[in-house]
């Protein structure tokens, strides 16, 4: 689906057509959720998350004045929707999570040895354990691979910031990986 | 790249290659001359390349179906948003054409009226629990209301050491701090040891006796524990399901000893 193509079906959606706005959820449905999952952490939380995000977008895609994309608006309502949630959360209980299922890691990979994917459940382990804005920037900027503009776009910050939080993110990350190679 | 903050920021924006040529061409020549922000560089590189070897894809673990399910589960949201929001519509439209303006402001004042009155009961009514009465005494001396309030204390301390080890987080490999719970620990049983001198309900005995062998373990634990201690003294606290217990318990000594400071009151 080309640019002009999705402001076609934004324009169709913004007339109240259903059909249209359910391709724009079926188009950004995945990373949505993925966006949510990386915030909420379990799959239940994000499903949740991702589902209200599109009904408040739905709520007011008239208001959307299409001067940035729409990934990355309907973006920016899921990060604030999952970072409510996540509020929620901590006022309710501090649970724990299984990141078991976080990622689809390489440990499936036949070319990836036991070792290896050991340290990789160990690297996401510790990338699940970062504080949620340091995760979150981690994720959106290098594994979802959206640059630091739209990143700083989807969280209403400066690129400094989300700059700021990617170094402390990849120091902690690096930090806690040291410690845990030492012991 | 004066100060060794601004150097580690400018070997980020280096590696990800949001760096102007000029600026890469300052950098390399920095990390020629250093060795520390070298040995940097390389070890935030190798962050970064295991960062790109992970697949995230969270949404990777639902099925087909669950993603066929997507569209119509927002859109059933969607639908439900809607129908409230035209119920309430039809409220405002209701309230507008059948009330007229007398009838709102009575209404409006008769609500104000009554948030008023039910704020100032309230608090009236916590005034009244805060009314200090002795009345009873111990048979070894000790005020029945100062026992009642150090039980209450004990269970509160409880439930807020055990819910901390419940929910404490444990990164494997790295040892648990547990210095603060074992100090925790050890006044909680020094207190469980004085109040069973005192005359307790058959329950609160009990219970005091289930958190025993968890406080004990904690308090022999060592200051920086492995996963398996904090394992097996969170097990202790899920088998008791002795949150639950002393939960139960924090409540039963709060509606108590309010019941008994209202009688006292009533009889003063």
Redesign the interface.
């Given at each position: 689906m080309t640019a002009a193509d999705e402001q076609h079906i934004i324009h169709r959606a913004k007339t109240g057509d259903?059909g249209a706005?359910?391709l724009l959820?079926?188009r950004h449905?995945?990373?949505a959720?993925?966006i949510a999952?990386?915030i909420v952490q379990n799959?239940q939380d994000?499903?949740e998350a991702?589902?209200?995000a599109?009904?408040r977008a739905?709520?007011f895609l008239e208001k959307f004045r299409e001067d940035s994309e729409f990934s990355t608006w309907l973006y920016r309502i899921v990060v604030n929707v999952s970072l409510n949630s996540v509020k929620k959360m901590k006022r309710r209980?501090?649970?724990?999570t299984d990141c078991s299922?976080?990622?689809?890691?390489?440990a499936g990979d036949d070319m990836h040895s036991q070792e290896n994917s050991d340290a990789?459940q160990?690297?996401?382990?510790?990338?699940h354990?970062l504080p949620t804005m340091q995760r979150a920037v981690?994720?959106l900027r290098?594994?979802?691979g959206l640059s630091?503009k739209q990143v700083s776009s989807i969280l209403q910050c400066s690129e400094g910031t989300v700059?700021?939080h990617?170094?402390r993110g990849?120091?902690n990350?690096?930090e806690?990986?040291e410690?845990?190679r030492q012991? | 790249m004066r100060s060794e903050k601004h150097i580690l920021e400018a070997l980020y924006d280096y590696l990800s290659g949001e760096m102007s040529e000029s600026e890469k061409r300052k950098v390399e020549v920095h990390l020629q001359r250093c060795n520390e922000c070298n040995a940097e560089c390389d070890k935030m590189r190798s962050t970064l390349e295991r960062l790109s070897a992970l697949r995230y894809a969270p949404s990777a673990g639902q099925s087909e179906e669950f993603w066929s399910e997507f569209p119509i589960a927002v859109e059933r949201r969607i639908q439900a948003f809607a129908s409230t929001r035209e119920r309430m519509l039809r409220f405002v439209h209701w309230w507008g054409k059948r009330v007229n303006g007398a009838t709102k402001y009575r209404l409006a004042t008769a609500f104000i009226i009554l948030a008023i009155g039910t704020t100032v009961v309230m608090k009236w009514n916590a005034g009244e629990t805060q009314i200090p009465s002795i009345a009873e005494k111990e048979h070894n001396g000790i005020p029945l209301e100062l026992v009642d309030q150090r039980t209450q204390r004990y269970f509160r301390q409880s439930g807020v050491l055990m819910v901390e080890l419940a929910n404490r987080k444990h990164y494997e490999g790295m040892p648990t701090d547990l210095s603060l719970e074992r100090r925790v620990s050890r006044h909680l049983l020094d207190e469980a040891r004085f109040l069973k001198q005192q005359s307790l309900t058959p329950y609160t005995t009990k219970l005091m006796s289930d958190i025993e062998p968890v406080l004990i373990e904690l308090a022999n634990s060592e200051r920086h524990s492995e996963k398996p201690t904090v394992d097996l003294l969170r097990d202790g606290i899920l088998q008791g399901n002795l949150l639950f217990k002393v939960r139960m318990a924090q409540i039963a000594y709060d509606s108590s000893s309010r019941m008994r400071i209202q009688y006292a009151s009533i009889k003063e």
């Amino acid at each position: 689906m080309t640019a002009a193509d999705e402001q076609h079906i934004i324009h169709r959606a913004k007339t109240g057509d259903n059909g249209a706005f359910r391709l724009l959820v079926s188009r950004h449905m995945k990373q949505a959720y993925n966006i949510a999952y990386s915030i909420v952490q379990n799959h239940q939380d994000a499903e949740e998350a991702a589902q209200d995000a599109f009904v408040r977008a739905f709520r007011f895609l008239e208001k959307f004045r299409e001067d940035s994309e729409f990934s990355t608006w309907l973006y920016r309502i899921v990060v604030n929707v999952s970072l409510n949630s996540v509020k929620k959360m901590k006022r309710r209980t501090s649970r724990e999570t299984d990141c078991s299922h976080a990622l689809a890691s390489a440990a499936g990979d036949d070319m990836h040895s036991q070792e290896n994917s050991d340290a990789m459940q160990h690297f996401e382990k510790v990338l699940h354990d970062l504080p949620t804005m340091q995760r979150a920037v981690v994720i959106l900027r290098h594994l979802d691979g959206l640059s630091t503009k739209q990143v700083s776009s989807i969280l209403q910050c400066s690129e400094g910031t989300v700059k700021t939080h990617l170094f402390r993110g990849l120091r902690n990350l690096r930090e806690r990986l040291e410690f845990i190679r030492q012991k | 790249m004066r100060s060794e903050k601004h150097i580690l920021e400018a070997l980020y924006d280096y590696l990800s290659g949001e760096m102007s040529e000029s600026e890469k061409r300052k950098v390399e020549v920095h990390l020629q001359r250093c060795n520390e922000c070298n040995a940097e560089c390389d070890k935030m590189r190798s962050t970064l390349e295991r960062l790109s070897a992970l697949r995230y894809a969270p949404s990777a673990g639902q099925s087909e179906e669950f993603w066929s399910e997507f569209p119509i589960a927002v859109e059933r949201r969607i639908q439900a948003f809607a129908s409230t929001r035209e119920r309430m519509l039809r409220f405002v439209h209701w309230w507008g054409k059948r009330v007229n303006g007398a009838t709102k402001y009575r209404l409006a004042t008769a609500f104000i009226i009554l948030a008023i009155g039910t704020t100032v009961v309230m608090k009236w009514n916590a005034g009244e629990t805060q009314i200090p009465s002795i009345a009873e005494k111990e048979h070894n001396g000790i005020p029945l209301e100062l026992v009642d309030q150090r039980t209450q204390r004990y269970f509160r301390q409880s439930g807020v050491l055990m819910v901390e080890l419940a929910n404490r987080k444990h990164y494997e490999g790295m040892p648990t701090d547990l210095s603060l719970e074992r100090r925790v620990s050890r006044h909680l049983l020094d207190e469980a040891r004085f109040l069973k001198q005192q005359s307790l309900t058959p329950y609160t005995t009990k219970l005091m006796s289930d958190i025993e062998p968890v406080l004990i373990e904690l308090a022999n634990s060592e200051r920086h524990s492995e996963k398996p201690t904090v394992d097996l003294l969170r097990d202790g606290i899920l088998q008791g399901n002795l949150l639950f217990k002393v939960r139960m318990a924090q409540i039963a000594y709060d509606s108590s000893s309010r019941m008994r400071i209202q009688y006292a009151s009533i009889k003063e």
